[in-house]
């Protein structure tokens, strides 16, 4: 059922403030400020190195994961889609925990990756929305997202949960690892715990979006850039470009650009910034003016003080509430998935079939 909305799309993009909500319920304990695992966590302590493995938008949220695991556990962490993982024999020592994302639990690569790395003797974690999936039997560590059924083909509300879940899930990591001061982990439940409003404040901008979207809808081609942690929410605002408005995307890493890509602009190009204020904010907006200075026509996707900053000379600016830096890739999410879902709308695409997709991949 789709409500008052026309597409499961939309009305999944517009669930997330609570479904996230539901799902960060299960991972913090708001009374005493802690960040804690619904299922028993075994020890965690012992972990030397994370693998983490996944296929699409679920890929991007184990990219952004990276992040976290490294910064707040400092555990190194191998990364790879799971359609290549097995092909390049990943090197599993003992004492490793690998982990796989997926909202359906049955992508057969995942499935297959996480078979191997149990052969290789790893410890199991699985990120899932469906917990009687063949992923979710076979785990160690079922971390649940409580995303609900999705049904648009393009996943949504899976990846904000999915990251929610990951966040937490990195925190109990440090923590493990007496990497996390109590007053850390107190500061992680309190950004957390401003997802959800975020969230809401960002679908209020659902009109200026649409607006923009008629500067991105006339394109062939589009490019996203991002820098850190938004490097994989560019990968995934142009995945969800592809997808339903079958509008040629690449996702860059924002300082990557001048290595070859900045050959492409040109004014029908639309260059996508999302460069939320925080230690990177200066760098991003330096590669973006590298575009402007090309004559590329830029979309800068910020918070108030970001746009009032460098917004002069954009073709459209996105102004966002501002945001911990924690909880930026769960907010800025929401203009991402809302821009592919209007300029698909007003190109006339099946936006929640989409040619050629189908919801859960399970061929290899
Ligand atoms: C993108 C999308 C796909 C899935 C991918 C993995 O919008 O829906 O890229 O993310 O097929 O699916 P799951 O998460 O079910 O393993």
């Not at 938004?230 to 605002?237: I, V």
């Not at 029908?268 to 004559?295: D, H, W, Y």
Request: proline share 5%.
């Amino acid at each position: 059922d789709k409500g008052n909305h026309r597409h499961f799309m939309l009305k999944e993009i517009y669930e997330q403030p609570i479904v996230v909500a539901q799902t960060l319920r299960s991972y913090l304990q708001r009374m005493d400020e802690r960040v804690t695992l619904p299922i028993p966590e075994g020890d965690l302590s012992a972990v030397k190195r994370v693998t983490i493995v996944a296929c699409g938008t679920s890929f991007y949220a184990g990219m952004v994961a990276r992040y976290w695991f490294e910064q707040f556990a400092r555990v190194p962490v191998d990364l790879d889609v799971a359609s290549e993982f097995r092909y390049r024999a990943p090197v599993m020592e003992p004492g490793g925990l690998a982990l796989f994302i997926s909202q359906s639990g049955e992508t057969a690569d995942t499935l297959a990756a996480l078979r191997h790395a149990r052969a290789e003797g790893q410890t199991i974690a699985v990120v899932c929305n469906v917990p009687t999936s063949s992923m979710a039997r076979e785990a160690d560590l079922l971390l649940s997202t409580h995303a609900g059924p999705e049904i648009g083909v393009a996943s949504t509300k899976a990846f904000t949960c999915q990251l929610a879940v990951l966040a937490a899930f990195a925190a109990n990591l440090a923590r493990a690892k007496g990497r996390l001061s109590r007053e850390d982990e107190r500061a992680i439940v309190e950004h957390l715990a401003e997802a959800p409003a975020s969230l809401n404040a960002a679908l209020a901008l659902d009109e200026a979006i649409e607006q923009v979207a008629t500067q991105v809808a006339p394109a062939r081609d589009v490019l996203y850039l991002g820098r850190g942690t938004d490097y994989p929410l560019a990968l995934e605002g142009a995945l969800k470009l592809k997808e339903i408005s079958y509008i040629h995307a690449e996702g860059y890493a924002a300082g990557e650009m001048k290595h070859g890509p900045i050959a492409l602009i040109d004014d029908a190009v639309p260059v996508i910034v999302i460069a939320p204020s925080g230690p990177l904010f200066e760098k991003t907006v330096s590669n973006m003016q590298e575009v402007r200075a090309r004559g590329g026509r830029v979309i800068l996707i910020s918070d108030e003080d970001g746009i009032a900053e460098a917004g002069a000379g954009c073709a459209a600016t996105i102004a966002l509430p501002r945001v911990h830096p924690l909880i930026a890739p769960i907010v800025y999410a929401v203009p991402i998935q809302l821009l592919a879902y209007h300029v698909a709308v007003q190109k006339g695409t099946d936006v929640d079939q989409p040619r050629n997709l189908a919801k859960s991949v399970t061929v290899e």
